[in-house]
């Protein structure tokens, strides 16, 4: 089956369409590609520079400079994730090829179910992702743009500087009267600002389809193992080897133990460089996020503004971080599968190809943001206790 359309009529649909929009389908022509690269360069290139422009202009007021500087370091984060998805669109294509040859290999009915059940689960959790995502979103927009005619000016000598900026996403400058072309303005701001979420929002989900690809591997591999010696429904060749069952089993596992372990590894080296960006503006930015809601409390349209935008990027981070986290969960009962298995009964070369298995699970699988930060729970402690602290 092509893989193209593999992935068109499965549970990773949403994957394609999305990845197809941002030119980051490997499987799409590279003239489509580069087409839609030239699209965003000349649309939204243009909204940074405006935004660049504005925060030159709140350059002597610090507040509205480091509120600036946030929406900044945000779309700094969005355009080196951008940068790493297109140099990565190669290995993209090997882990997209690797999930269909493992979706079509033969394998028991017990594990296709085990298996698509992780897939399905996957599907539901990258949709539920992106409308909480697009929920928020549209949260943030419908405040700011209240914000606009709730505003009170508390004090008459605040320049006009400060009060034309009341009512957009992030500080710009185009060129024109704000006043008079502030709905163009506000559309043209949020479109941008949608776009860069919506290419975060969208390689967040390609990671999930991975890490419940992976998952489910670590899990029909643990059902294997912990029933080696009373599997008999499997449809493969082994079928005809006339070898010892446990043994052929056993050396499946190890086969299939091999094959995730590589599957994690192109993960990191597709996903490190960028979630270390991420992470890292990230968490500058959500230090001054907690700074900006602080000292805005008596400021409705600052408060406002901070305390939304702090919630979306904490649970992102959040979300990152327990990514990794179910990755670490599901390699650690490989393990515990590996020990229950009935090896007593199994024949010496059974048991040896086992040991192997259990040595190499026994230091659990891990996806790191620049060989730096392990992503876990633990991390994310850190992070939010630091911030929070």
């Known amino acids: 089956m092509d893989v193209d359309n593999f992935f068109q009529n499965s549970h990773y649909s949403i994957n394609r369409i999305l990845l197809s929009i ?25 909204g940074f520079i405006f935004q660049i422009l504005g925060t030159i202009d709140a350059w002597q007021d610090p507040f509205e400079l480091v509120d600036s500087l946030t929406f900044l370091f945000l779309v700094l984060t969005v355009i080196c994730k951008m940068i790493c998805g297109v140099y990565m669109v190669p290995k993209i294509k090997l882990l997209l090829i690797k999930m269909q040859e493992y979706n079509l290999s033969p394998k028991s009915n017990k594990e296709c179910e085990i298996h698509n059940s992780y897939t399905i689960y996957g599907q539901k959790m ?18 700011v743009c209240i914000t606009r005619f709730i505003h009170i000016k508390s004090n008459k000598n605040d320049t006009l500087l400060n009060e034309a900026q009341v009512g957009v996403v992030y500080r710009v400058n185009y060129i024109v009267d704000f006043d008079t072309y502030y709905p163009l303005i506000y559309i043209h701001t949020s479109l941008c600002l949608s776009f ?30 912990e029933n080696t010696l009373s599997e008999n429904d499997y449809d493969s060749p082994t079928k005809t080897f006339k070898k010892d069952k446990s043994y ?7 086969r299939r133990h091999a094959e995730t372990i ?6 990191n080296a597709v996903y490190s460089p960028s979630l270390f960006a991420h992470l890292g503006l990230s968490i500058l930015v959500l230090g001054i996020l907690e700074y900006q809601v602080v000292t805005s409390t008596e400021n409705t349209n600052r408060f406002l503004k901070h305390i939304s935008f702090l919630n979306s990027l904490l649970i992102n981070v959040f ?16 393990f515990d599968a590996a020990y229950n298995a009935k090896w ?46």
């Not at 389908?25 to 580069?34: E, G, H, Q």
């Not at 390689?203 to 059902?223: K, P, Q, W």
């Not at 052929?248 to 190890?254: D, R, T």
């Not at 590589?262 to 993960?267: K, R």
């Open 196 to 225: 860069n979420i919506l290419l975060a929002v969208t390689l967040d989900i390609l990671s999930i389809a991975m890490v419940e690809h992976c998952r489910g591997l670590f899990a029909v591999l643990s059902y294997r193992l």
């Open 126 to 143: 990258a949709t539920a992702y992106l409308y909480f995502i697009t929920g928020n979103v549209i949260i943030f927009y419908i405040t």
């Open 248 to 254: 052929l089993n056993v050396a499946c596992s190890f």
């Open 319 to 334: 979300f990152e971080n327990w990514q990794g986290q179910r990755i670490i969960d599901s390699s650690e009962k490989v």
């Open 262 to 267: 590589e599957f994690v590894n192109m993960m």
């Open 344 to 389: 007593y009964n199994m024949p010496i070369a059974a048991r040896k190809l086992l040991v192997l298995i259990m040595m190499k699970s026994k230091k659990p699988l891990i996806l790191t943001a620049g060989k730096f930060m392990i992503l876990s729970y633990v991390t994310f402690n850190g992070v939010s206790m630091s911030i929070l602290s």
């Open 22 to 46: 941002y030119g980051l389908w490997p499987f799409d022509t590279k003239i489509k590609r580069y087409m839609i690269y030239i699209t965003m360069i000349l649309v939204f290139g243009s």
